[in-house]
């Protein structure tokens, strides 16, 4: 961990999805959402390597942001603002779960990026006020099917299939979300880096900006951008992306139906 970073979780116990803080290789159980109430311990522990790891919150709405690195812009102009779309909270898998290729999909991509986990409402809050509502953040995989994408009147297919949107492995808080480091590696070979002062729009501004139009709530997800150039994904692949202070969110990528 760095500089105090705690790491909050979401797993599968016997009686369903637990919430828990992250000590080690132990998972301390707690008694509610951290993100909305003080968390406390239930007095069990589990060991990580025993249970299924959730998406490490439960967003009402999970907002994305394209062409948030210059490295990713490819001659395309700089943006005035930032260019939001939508993700489904069905879209999320958690970490270790499989990315599912649709039958007919042709050219879906790795998109690998720093996620935002919001904990405290934002509603036209100013770029000063934003910090106080991030809870902490996680990594995440913006998969896209390139050829939806520009084919589609909208991205419902090409950015929302379920499986499309791993994140985690946990939340980490207490990090300086503006300078983490970035990587995403495609069966353990680099394929993209960063840094977080890269981005066109730092967080702050993206929560100002996003809380502007639509009400943010804790849990809510924003993903902040990819850096760099993306390639597609097979069947039989796997793709980790790691955030410096978070940890490494890893995924195999399978056929679908």
Same mark, same amino acid.
């Given at each position: 961990?760095?500089?105090?970073?705690?790491?909050?979780?979401?797993? &599968?116990?016997?009686?369903?999805?637990?919430?828990?803080?992250? +000590?080690?290789? #132990?998972?301390?159980?707690?008694?509610?959402?951290?993100?909305?109430? %003080? $968390?406390? @311990?239930?007095?069990?522990?589990?060991?990580?390597? +025993?249970?299924?790891?959730?998406?490490?919150?439960?967003?009402?709405?999970?907002? /994305? &942001?394209?062409?948030?690195?210059?490295?990713?812009?490819?001659?395309?102009? @700089? $943006?005035?603002?930032?260019?939001?779309?939508?993700?489904?909270?069905?879209?999320?898998?958690?970490?270790? =779960?499989?990315?599912?290729? $649709?039958?007919?999909?042709?050219?879906?991509?790795?998109?690998?990026?720093? &996620?935002?986990?919001?904990?405290?409402?934002?509603?036209?809050?100013?770029?000063?006020?934003?910090?106080?509502?991030?809870?902490?953040? #996680?990594?995440?995989?913006?998969?896209? @099917?390139?050829? =939806?994408?520009?084919?589609?009147?909208?991205?419902?297919?090409?950015?929302?299939? +379920?499986?499309?949107? %791993?994140?985690?492995? =946990?939340?980490?808080?207490?990090?300086?979300?503006?300078?983490?480091?970035?990587?995403?590696?495609?069966?353990?070979?680099?394929?993209?880096? /960063?840094? #977080?002062?890269?981005?066109?729009?730092?967080?702050?501004?993206?929560?100002?900006?996003?809380?502007?139009?639509? #009400?943010?709530?804790?849990?809510?997800?924003?993903?902040?951008?990819?850096?760099?150039?993306?390639? /597609?994904? +097979? %069947?039989?692949?796997?793709?980790?992306?790691?955030?410096?202070?978070?940890?490494?969110?890893?995924? $195999?990528?399978?056929?679908?139906?």
């Amino acid at each position: 961990m760095i500089d105090g970073s705690e790491r909050f979780l979401r797993f &599968v116990a016997t009686e369903g999805a637990c919430f828990g803080r992250l +000590d080690g290789d #132990t998972i301390v159980e707690l008694d509610g959402d951290p993100l909305l109430e %003080p $968390p406390r @311990e239930t007095g069990r522990t589990f060991s990580l390597g +025993d249970v299924k790891l959730l998406p490490p919150s439960a967003p009402s709405k999970v907002i /994305a &942001v394209g062409l948030n690195y210059r490295s990713h812009l490819h001659g395309r102009p @700089e $943006p005035k603002h930032p260019g939001l779309f939508a993700k489904f909270p069905s879209t999320l898998i958690g970490h270790g =779960w499989p990315i599912e290729i $649709p039958a007919d999909a042709s050219d879906v991509h790795y998109e690998g990026e720093l &996620v935002v986990v919001i904990g405290r409402e934002a509603r036209r809050v100013s770029v000063a006020e934003a910090a106080g509502c991030v809870f902490g953040v #996680t990594a995440g995989n913006d998969v896209s @099917e390139r050829n =939806w994408q520009k084919g589609d009147l909208q991205w419902v297919r090409a950015k929302g299939c +379920d499986g499309f949107g %791993p994140v985690g492995p =946990w939340i980490a808080t207490g990090l300086d979300y503006r300078d983490l480091g970035i990587e995403v590696r495609l069966n353990g070979e680099p394929r993209q880096a /960063a840094r #977080t002062r890269d981005l066109i729009f730092s967080v702050d501004e993206l929560v100002s900006y996003i809380s502007r139009y639509v #009400t943010l709530v804790p849990g809510d997800l924003i993903f902040t951008g990819t850096p760099g150039r993306t390639a /597609a994904m +097979d %069947p039989g692949d796997s793709v980790d992306v790691e955030v410096e202070g978070v940890g490494v969110l890893s995924n $195999p990528v399978v056929a679908g139906a």
